[in-house]
C-alpha cells in the first residue's frame, strides 16, 4: 500500500497553500531551544535534485542545433532562475525578515532546520522542478557521503539494521527496524513527535513528504554497500491513510557468497583415491608415509585457519573502532556547525535589533507633531521587527484614562476600535491598566479566558489572544502603553524579546514626551497669539472711544464760543441801542 502523493502544484499554487511559516526556521525557538530538527542535507539535496531535473528538462526541449557551450549556458541558466525563485519564495513565507536567507546559506550542509523549514523547502522545490516524484527521487541526495562510506563495511542488512542510529544523525525522528534478514529489512516510522512541531494545517503534507523521501532515501541503501541496483520498496502501513505508522519492506539480492563446494568435492575424490590405493600391496609404504604427514599437514592448516580467524577478528575490531571513531567525528563535527550556525544566528539578532532601534531614533526624531511620532514609532516597529500588529495608548491623567489609541498592521475594523477605545486606570483588572504600572515590559498569554470581561472582548475583536506590551516610561512619568502581537501569523511570541521591546517603548516614551511638551509649548504660543489678538483688539477700541470722546469735546467748546460771541454781539447792539 502507498499512500497517493499530494497532487503537483505550480510555485504559486503552492506558496498560496503552504502560507506563511508559523515558527522560526532555524536558530533557537521561543523558548530558547536551539532548532536542530534536522541538517542542512536536508535542505541542500532537494535544491540539488531541483537543479538537476530543471537543467535535464530545459535540455530536452531546447533546439538540436545548439551547440555545446550554449547548451551549457542555458543549463546554468535554468538552475540559477530556479534556485532565484526558491529564495525568493521562500523569503516571502518568513514573516521575521531578520530569518531570511541567502543561496549559500541553503546549500551550507552545516546548518540546522526546523521540520516546518524543511517542508516549505521540499514542496517549493518539487513545485519549481515540475518532478512529480521529486520526494522519492531525492531521497538519495540527504544521505550525507559520510554515512554512506561508513555504511559500507557494515553491508546491506547490518546498514539496514543499524538505520535508527544513522539516521538520527541527520534528522530527529522516531524509525524502527522490526525485521532483517539477508534479502529483506522492515522498518517503522512514527511521525508524532515531529507533528508536535508542525503546524497542525500541514501535518497530512508533512506525512507524505517525509515519507515518501524516507522511502527514497532507504531504498537506495544498498548502493552505498556495494550493489549496482536499490532495492524494491513496499508500503503497508501509512499514517497519511490514518495508519499509527507509516511501514515500509525494502528487499534486495542476497550477497554474494563464495562457494567451497569444489574443496569438498576434490576432497572426497582424494579419500576414495588414497581408500582404492590401500589395498594395493605396493602402495601401503608410500601411503603409511603420507599417513605420518597426515597429522601435521592438519595441524598447520588448522593452526592458518585459526590464525586468519583471529586476523579476521581483529580486522573486524579494527574496522569497529575505526567506526565508532568516525561515527564521533561526524556527530562532533555536526554539534559544532550548529553551534556556530546559532552564533550567527544570535549575531545577526542583534545587529537587526541595533539596526531597528537606529532607525527608531530616526523616525522618533523626524517630527515633534505627536501623530506623526506614534505613526513612524509604530511604522518602524513593525517594519524591523517583524510583528504582525503594534498599537500604542496615551495617558489622559485629566479624566484617568488610557485614550488616542493609534494601531499599525491592525485591519480597518480593528483601527477603528483602537481609536475609540477608552481604558479606565483605577479599574484593577482591566490589562492595559495592569500594563501602565508594571515595571517593565510583560507577555500576556489566553486573554480571551481573561476574568476581566472587556479584557475578553478586546482580545476577541482584535484576534489576539496573545501579546507583548510595556509601559511608555519617559523621566519617572507614565505615558502610556505599547503593545505589539502576531495575532495574524499566530506565530509565538518569545520570552526573551520583553528587554527589547521595552528598549523600544524608552525610546518612543521619550519621542511622545518631546512631542507633548512642543504640543505644550505650541498651545500656549496660540494662547498668547490669542491673547495678543484680543488685548489689541481692546487698545484698538480703546483708542477708537479716546478719538470720539476727543471730537465730542472740541464740538462741544466751539459751540460754546460760538454762543457768547452771539451773546456779546446780542449785547453790544442792545447797548447801542439805548
Not at 511521525?191 to 503534507?205: M, N
Not at 550493489?227 to 490514518?242: D, I, K, L, N
Not at 577478528?313 to 567506526?323: M, Y
Not at 514626551?513 to 489689541?536: D, H, I, P, T
Request: overall charge negative; proline content about 4%; some cysteine.
Amino acid at each position: 500500500m502507498t499512500a497517493p502523493a499530494v497532487a503537483l502544484q505550480t510555485p504559486g499554487e503552492i506558496a498560496e497553500l503552504l502560507g506563511t511559516m508559523s515558527g522560526r526556521p532555524f536558530g533557537v525557538d521561543e523558548e530558547g531551544r536551539r532548532i536542530d530538527h534536522g541538517t542542512g542535507r536536508l535542505v541542500a539535496g532537494p535544491i540539488e535534485w531541483m537543479e538537476e531535473y530543471v537543467e535535464a528538462q530545459t535540455l530536452r526541449s531546447a533546439p538540436t542545433n545548439l551547440g555545446p557551450a550554449e547548451r551549457a549556458e542555458r543549463g546554468r541558466a535554468a538552475r540559477a532562475t530556479a534556485v532565484d525563485e526558491l529564495v525568493r519564495r521562500l523569503n516571502a513565507a518568513i514573516p521575521d525578515v531578520r530569518y531570511h536567507v541567502t543561496e549559500s546559506y541553503l546549500r551550507n550542509d552545516g546548518n540546522t532546520y526546523s521540520y516546518e523549514f524543511r517542508l516549505f523547502v521540499a514542496e517549493l522545490c518539487r513545485a519549481i522542478s515540475g518532478d512529480p516524484r521529486f520526494f522519492f527521487h531525492v531521497g538519495p541526495r540527504l544521505i550525507p557521503g559520510a554515512l554512506g562510506l561508513m555504511s559500507r563495511p557494515m553491508g546491506t542488512r547490518g546498514t539496514y539494521a543499524v538505520l535508527p542510529r544513522l539516521v538520527a544523525k541527520v534528522v530527529k525522528t522516531d524509525m524502527r527496524v522490526i525485521a532483517t534478514d539477508e534479502q529483506s529489512a522492515t522498518v517503522q516510522w512514527n511521525a508524532a513527535d515531529q507533528l508536535e512541531l508542525v503546524p497542525p494545517r500541514l501535518h497530512e503534507r508533512y506525512v507524505r513528504y517525509a515519507c515518501e523521501t524516507y522511502r527514497g532515501a532507504f531504498a537506495n541503501v544498498p548502493l552505498f554497500t556495494g550493489f549496482a541496483v536499490p532495492a524494491e520498496v513496499e508500503s503497508t502501513r501509512c499514517q497519511a491513510e490514518g495508519d499509527d505508522v507509516c511501514e515500509w519492506v525494502f528487499r534486495w539480492e542476497p550477497e554474494a557468497r563464495v562457494h567451497h563446494l569444489h574443496w569438498v568435492l576434490g576432497g572426497i575424490a582424494g579419500s576414495v583415491a588414497l581408500v582404492a590405493a590401500a589395498t594395493r600391496p605396493r602402495a601401503r609404504l608410500p601411503l603409511a608415509a603420507l599417513a605420518t604427514l597426515g597429522p601435521a599437514v592438519s595441524g598447520l592448516l588448522v593452526a592458518r585457519a585459526a590464525a586468519a580467524r583471529a586476523s579476521r577478528d581483529e580486522v573486524a575490531r579494527r574496522l569497529e573502532e575505526h567506526q565508532q571513531l568516525a561515527e564521533s567525528e561526524y556527530d562532533e563535527n555536526l554539534r559544532a556547525n550548529a553551534a556556530l550556525q546559532s552564533a550567527n544566528v544570535e549575531l545577526r539578532m542583534r545587529v537587526s535589533e541595533l539596526t531597528a532601534l537606529h532607525e527608531l531614533s530616526i523616525a522618533t526624531q523626524a517630527t515633534l507633531n505627536l501623530d506623526e511620532v506614534l505613526q513612524n514609532s509604530l511604522s518602524a516597529l513593525i517594519g524591523h521587527l517583524s510583528y504582525d500588529r503594534a498599537l500604542v495608548m496615551l495617558v489622559d491623567e485629566e479624566r484617568r484614562v488610557l485614550t488616542r489609541g493609534r494601531a499599525i498592521g491592525a485591519r480597518a475594523e480593528e483601527a477603528r476600535l483602537v481609536d475609540g477605545l477608552e481604558v479606565h486606570l483605577d479599574h484593577p483588572d482591566a490589562v492595559f491598566g495592569q500594563l501602565l504600572r508594571a515595571d517593565g515590559a510583560v507577555l500576556y498569554r489566553d486573554l480571551d479566558q481573561s476574568e476581566h470581561e472587556p479584557t475578553r472582548t478586546i482580545a476577541r475583536s482584535l484576534n489576539a489572544t496573545t501579546f507583548l506590551g510595556t509601559p511608555l516610561i519617559t523621566k519617572g512619568e507614565r505615558v502610556g502603553v505599547l503593545v505589539v502581537d502576531n495575532g495574524r501569523s499566530a506565530r509565538p511570541i518569545a520570552e526573551s524579546e520583553r528587554e527589547l521591546l521595552f528598549a523600544v517603548g524608552s525610546q518612543i516614551a521619550g519621542a511622545i514626551g518631546s512631542a507633548r511638551l512642543y504640543e505644550a509649548v505650541e498651545q500656549q504660543n496660540r494662547s498668547l497669539q490669542r491673547e495678543v489678538r484680543e488685548l489689541r483688539i481692546e487698545i484698538d477700541e480703546t483708542r477708537k472711544s479716546q478719538q470720539v470722546a476727543a471730537i465730542t469735546d472740541s464740538d462741544y467748546f466751539r459751540g460754546l464760543r460760538e454762543q457768547a460771541i452771539e451773546l456779546r454781539e446780542a449785547l453790544g447792539a442792545s447797548a447801542a441801542e439805548r
